[in-house]
Structures are given as C-alpha cells and as structure tokens.
C-alpha cells in the first residue's frame, strides 16, 4: 500500500499563501494532489498543513483524515523529515501499513505523471532507502564554484590533484531537485535526516525541478505550465 502525500504549510515568506495561491486557473496545491489521485500507483493521499482551510479543501478532494499538523511542525524551521513521519503514522493508522511513502512538494508543479511513476518503479527494482528527485547540476563545485580562503582569495570548492579545465572532465554532480520522493516507510521510522541511509537519485530535466520559493519564481513556473497547457 503506497501513501501519497503532500505538506502545505498556510504561511510562505516568498509568496504569500503560495501553496493555495492561483497559478493557471486553479490552486497550486491542487496540480499535485490531482497527480496523487490519478495515479494508479497510489493508495491514498494525505495532506500535512497547519491552515484550516488548506486542510478542509484538502478533505473536500478526498484525503484521509489526520487533522493538522501539530504546533511544533507548523513553523518555516520545521524539518520535512519530522512532517513525513508524524504524516506516515497518521496515515497509517487510517489506512493500515505502508509500503512506500510518496512525497510530492507542491511548490514544484511541473513534473509528470511519468515521473511519479518512473520514480516508484525505480524504488521498487533497486530497493534504496529511499528515492530523490535530482537534475544535472548547472555549476559543479569541482569545476566552476568558488569559495574564499582564509586570506579571501577564491579557490575551487573542491580541487582535484589534477586540475579540472572543462566541464566535461568534473565529476557528475547533481541538484536536490525538490520535487518528488519515494522513502521507505521503515527507514523514515528509524532514521533522523535523509541521508543517512542508501538515497538515489531520479534524475529529472531542469525544466520539470523548477521550485516556487519567491515570485519571481512563481512567474517562470507559471509561464512553463501556460506553455505545457497550450501545446
């Protein structure tokens, strides 16, 4: 039994209400939840909000019925990990035991129902802890970032003995791309963070990880879903 869920907190510093804010026609939250519930792989849905009114609109869409988070989860510092679990065993105690968990974070709407079901078959072929959703990272620390030394003279962020003088010669780094997520319900039990254990990527295209964190943001994703709805 898969759970999909989706945490939406009612405040946002970037865009305010932005989790129920209109983008295209329809409330943000909604272009995942629609992706949760016309999936075959997913059993139930569940939606991890401190807003009564994220919450009711929530409910009135189908999902199962575990209240709002508590106080100590509905702050911006709240880590995600604590809201999976605290969602995972509220659900669970609903709808039975989980097999996987299926986190999809509303503020990126423009993956694919391709890519919910290609991230749930490759956790169940390779078994992992968990699986992430990443893009080919744009700037790689072995090649192109800088940081500053002790006397404020930049360096490579992570030098090679030999040095790298092309991109093609980095190693292959990636973006945590905060889009899907496919975690082991044990692991999410037993574990304090997401990496500690055995974590994968999904590796999706740069234009299907854009994230909605500040306006400017919430312009370009609703100029890439207008185009997608359009074509």
Known sequence: ??????????????VKGKNMQEICGRPLID?????LFE???????????????????ARARGTLPIGL??????????????????A???????AGTATAFVDLDCTSPLRTA???ASAIALFVSEAPDMVMSCCRARKNPYFNLVEPDETGALRISKPLPTPVVSRQQA?????HAASTYVVSPDYLRRSSGLFEGRVIPYVMPVERCMDIDDETDFRLVQFLLRERLDA
Do not use: F, N
Not at 31 to 35: G, T
């Open 171 to 175: 190693p292959r780094v990636y973006e």
């Open 39 to 57: 999936s075959d792989c997913i059993d139930h849905v569940v939606v991890s909000t401190d807003s009564p009114d994220i919450y009711t609109h």
């Open 114 to 116: 391709e890519d919910i």
């Open 88 to 94: 995972l065993e509220a659900a669970e105690a609903l």
């Open 69 to 86: 988070r508590p106080a100590r989860l509905a702050t911006d510092s709240a880590a995600k990990w604590d809201v999976w679990r605290h």
């Open 31 to 35: 272009w995942s939840l629609d992706q």
């Open 1 to 14: 039994m898969i759970i999909g869920h989706i945490g939406a907190r009612g405040g946002s510093r970037g």
